[in-house]
């Protein structure tokens, strides 16, 4: 959508600046996610720079990472009078968006690229009336995510001895694309797979 009406945007002319900005922000939405992929890589050349004595402001930015996550909380508290409720599922949000960084970004550049990909079904348990689920085989996405989470658990560990104030943040990724590559293993579990094949042949 950037590609496609980020210029209409900017030079419509019944339009404000402040609202072209915030139009052009919403529509870059999922620009950090390479962002997010690039910073992870470069974690750890960082804590290995200099033997690990690594400026006070590394440490200050490992920290500042908890930020957004932490507006978003605030947010929550002051907007929603349910916000116990829906904060009970915000780890899990917060993993997912760090999980999704891997595929986000090839998606990202597809859609700079003009490259188009054929739309994959996300796996899906019983559905209305009793239907079997389906699954869907590992990807190179499960196998980058299931990369990253490794690359930043060490990283981390190696951040607990020469760069302390940037382990929280690392372990934070490992967590992340942990988890979403545990769902693809998971998701594209052998037995699934044979359970979907009988129920396509029996239908």
Same mark, same amino acid.
């Given at each position: 959508m950037l590609r496609k009406l980020g210029w209409r945007l900017l030079t419509a002319p019944r339009i404000s600046l402040f609202h072209k900005v915030q139009g052009v922000m919403h529509l870059m939405g999922y620009l950090p996610h390479p962002l997010m992929v690039v910073t992870l890589l470069l974690s750890l050349p960082l804590v290995l720079w200099n033997n690990g004595a690594s400026p006070a402001s590394w440490n200050v930015l490992g920290y500042a990472g908890f930020g957004p996550p932490l507006l978003v909380v605030l947010g929550q508290i002051v907007l929603r009078k349910d916000w116990p409720r829906r904060l009970l599922y915000y780890p899990v949000l917060v993993l997912m968006g760090i999980g999704l960084a891997c595929t986000n970004t090839r998606a990202l550049w597809e859609a700079f690229s003009g490259k188009t990909s054929a739309f994959m079904r996300t796996p899906k348990g019983a559905g209305v009336g009793g239907g079997s689920g389906y699954a869907l085989?590992?990807?190179?996405?499960?196998?980058?995510e299931a990369f990253l989470a490794f690359y930043a658990l060490v990283t981390g560990l190696l951040a607990l001895e020469l760069a302390p104030g940037m382990a929280p943040f690392i372990f934070l990724y490992a *967590?992340?694309?942990?988890?979403?590559?545990? *769902?693809?293993?998971? #998701?594209?579990?052998?037995?699934? #797979?044979?359970k979907s094949k009988s129920a396509e042949t029996a239908q």
């Open positions: 085989s590992v990807d190179w996405s499960t196998w980058a *967590l992340g694309f942990g988890y979403t590559a545990g *769902l693809g293993f998971y #998701q594209s579990d052998p037995v699934r #797979q044979r």
